[in-house]
Nanobody, 126 residues
Framework: LQLVESGGGLVQPGGSLRLSCAASGFTLDYYAIGWFRQAPGKEREGVSCISGSGVSTDYADSVKGRFTISRDNAKNTVYLQMDSLKPEDTANYYC????????????????????WGQGTQVTVSS
């Protein structure tokens, strides 16, 4: 079971990136997906999550209105569209999966997710 993030990079403030979280070895249909980020010297924080069916989504206050989470279960992939990026969004972004949350999100505790990707770096700088 593997999650692989992609789409990170260097972007100027105000710019956009779309992160992808692709699953292999299992199908995502019954898994909620959370996006987390960790900046150097800071705790890992939850950014957004989406239920297995996609009917429920949630966002941290710091990204609400700027980030959009979505999923394409046919492609076994979850996306995080990040717009109006700020320097404080700079971090390593991780996706995580937890089975059994078809209609809700399990929240943002790192202990609520069984499977994690390796992360993709997002740097917002001019």
């Amino acid at each position: 079971l593997q999650l692989v993030e992609s789409g990170g990079g260097l972007v100027q403030p105000g710019g956009s990136l779309r992160l992808s979280c692709a699953a292999s070895g299992f199908t995502l249909d019954y898994y909620a997906i959370g996006w987390f980020r960790q900046a150097p010297g800071k705790e890992r924080e939850g950014v957004s999550c989406i239920s297995g069916s996609g009917v429920s989504t949630d966002y941290a206050d710091s990204v609400k209105g700027r980030f959009t989470i979505s999923r394409d279960n046919a492609k076994n992939t979850v996306y995080l569209q990040m717009d109006s990026l700020k320097p404080e969004d700079t971090a390593n972004y991780y996706c995580a999966a937890q089975r059994g949350f078809v209609y809700t999100c399990p929240g943002y505790s790192k202990y609520a997710y069984d499977y994690w990707g390796q992360g993709t770096q997002v740097t917002v700088s001019s």
